[in-house]
């Protein structure tokens, strides 16, 4: 059964940026039928697509966050990542990560890990 | 981008009880549309894709249906684990985009 667990530091400067790393166990990264993707959730908000990854280098982005949003995926480890730069508050929320269905739906996410941004 | 509207914001049912929930797209999203439940503290879960069918192992209970920019999710019987906040999303253009959520309490 495929898991994900997303993991990275849990306080970020702002004006700094964050780095979020999402591995991936019972099942390979390399797999063609899977695409990954990241997800966030502002304390008592709603959810926010931030970008998905196809075939390890096709990338999309939120158009709000195109300009600070990098993600990229480590086949020799196993797991992809989000780098977030020039961080304010607005950015603290759970960060989830999931993977992509062949029908590119979310399934399954990770638990999330909380980002707060402060100095 | 596509604005998907979500309501009631909040429903008042108790458990047995049939729970009907609406998603409205700002444009056609055809049947690209998903539904999703979240318990508060865990990761959201996939019920339903492209509109109307349930992913692998979710309930009977649970039913979506629609098309274009009204949508719905219907739980026929609801369990006491039901109770939950559900999302709707779209995948039909960039950006993807969720609705605000329904949250469905005792």
């Known amino acids: 059964q495929l898991q994900l667990q997303e993991s990275g530091p849990g306080l970020v400067k702002p004006s700094e940026t964050l780095s979020l790393t999402c591995s991936v166990s019972?099942?390979?990264?390399?797999?063609?039928?899977?695409?990954w993707g990241w997800i966030r959730q502002p304390p008592g908000k709603g959810l926010e697509w931030i970008g998905s990854?196809?075939?390890?280098?096709?990338?999309y982005y939120n158009p709000s966050l195109r300009s600070r949003v990098t993600i990229s995926v480590d086949t020799s480890k196993n797991h992809f990542s989000l780098r977030l730069t020039s961080v304010t508050a607005a950015d603290t929320a759970v960060y989830f990560c999931?993977?992509?269905?062949?029908?590119?739906?979310?399934?399954?996410w990770g638990l999330g890990t909380l980002v707060t941004v402060s100095s | 981008e596509i604005v998907l509207t979500q309501s009631p914001a909040t429903l008042s049912l108790s458990p047995g009880e049939r729970a009907t929930l609406s998603c409205r797209a700002s444009?056609?999203?055809?049947?690209?549309l998903a539904w999703y439940q979240q318990i508060p503290g865990q990761a959201p879960r996939l019920l339903i894709y492209?509109?109307?069918n349930r992913a692998t192992g979710i309930p009977a209970r649970f039913s979506g249906g629609g098309s274009g920019t009204d949508f719905s999710l219907t739980i026929s019987s609801l369990e006491p684990e039901d109770f939950a906040v559900y999302y709707c999303?779209?995948?039909?253009?960039?950006?993807?985009?969720f609705g605000q959520g329904t949250k469905v309490e005792i």
């Open positions: 999931a993977r992509l269905t062949i029908l590119n739906w979310f399934d399954p």
């Open positions: 019972g099942g390979s990264i390399r797999d063609s039928n899977y695409y």
């Open positions: 990854i196809y075939n390890n280098r096709d990338t």
């Open positions: 444009q056609s999203v055809s049947s690209y």
């Open positions: 492209d509109a109307s």
């Open positions: 999303q779209h995948r039909n253009n960039w950006p993807w985009t």
